[in-house]
């Protein structure tokens, strides 16, 4: 089992910054390909990006491709969503996920899921 917090969620300005965390315990989370979802009012769940065990592949909905960056800390436990240039589009929950097989966008590929934070951006 893993288990998996994001913080770093809040309220930010379009064009502001934010940068989300996801803490890993139990298991090795050098073992897992981990990924970033979002779930806005209304609206099913959708891939942000994801990134390798080693952190060596990253990929990126093209929606977010150049604001955003995904990457990882072995060492620590932790992935991170570094979110540039916001927009009022991007308000979600947001959830890091990791998956033991699979380097997909498909949310059912990944096993174990943190609580979500929100992401606000007022316009």
């Known amino acids: 089992q893993v288990q998996l917090v994001e913080s770093g969620g809040g309220l930010v300005q379009a064009g502001g910054s934010l940068r989300l965390s996801c803490a890993a315990s139990?298991?090795?989370?050098?073992?897992?390909?981990m990924a970033w979802f979002r779930q806005a009012p209304g609206k099913e769940r959708e891939f942000v990006a994801a990134?390798?065990?080693?952190?060596?592949?990253?990929m990126y909905a093209d929606s977010v491709k150049g604001r955003f960056t995904i990457s990882r800390d072995n060492a620590k436990n932790t992935g991170y969503l570094q979110m540039n240039s916001l927009k009022s589009e991007d308000t979600a929950v947001y959830y890091c996920?990791?998956?033991?097989?699979?380097?997909?966008?498909?949310?059912?590929?990944?096993?174990?899921w943190g609580q979500g934070t929100q992401v606000t951006v007022s316009s």
């Open positions: 996920a990791v998956s033991g097989s699979y380097y997909t966008k498909i949310s059912a590929d990944y096993d174990y």
């Open positions: 139990g298991r090795t989370f050098s073992r897992y390909n």
């Open positions: 990134i390798t065990r080693s952190g060596g592949s990253t």
